[in-house]
């Protein structure tokens, strides 16, 4: 009989945004209060960085 194995998303998930959150503070050069703000909007700092602005 095979075992079925069960990946939960909400962990994955958790540590994607996590990643972002952290590559976005050190690729974007983000302030101390930038990176606090990052933690809910670390995409749109993203953007600005390779929108040239």
């Known amino acids: 009989m095979a075992k079925r194995h069960v990946?939960?998303?909400?962990?994955?998930?958790g540590m994607l945004w996590f990643g972002g959150w952290?590559?976005?503070?050190?690729?974007?050069e983000l302030l101390w209060w930038?990176?606090?703000?990052?933690?809910?909007?670390?995409?749109?700092?993203l953007g600005v960085l390779a929108r040239g602005g």
Request: aromatic share 20%; hydrophobic share 60%.
């Open 7 to 13: 990946i939960e998303s909400g962990s994955l998930g």
């Open 22 to 28: 952290l590559f976005s503070i050190a690729f974007a």
């Open 34 to 45: 930038q990176a606090i703000l990052g933690i809910v909007v670390w995409p749109y700092y």
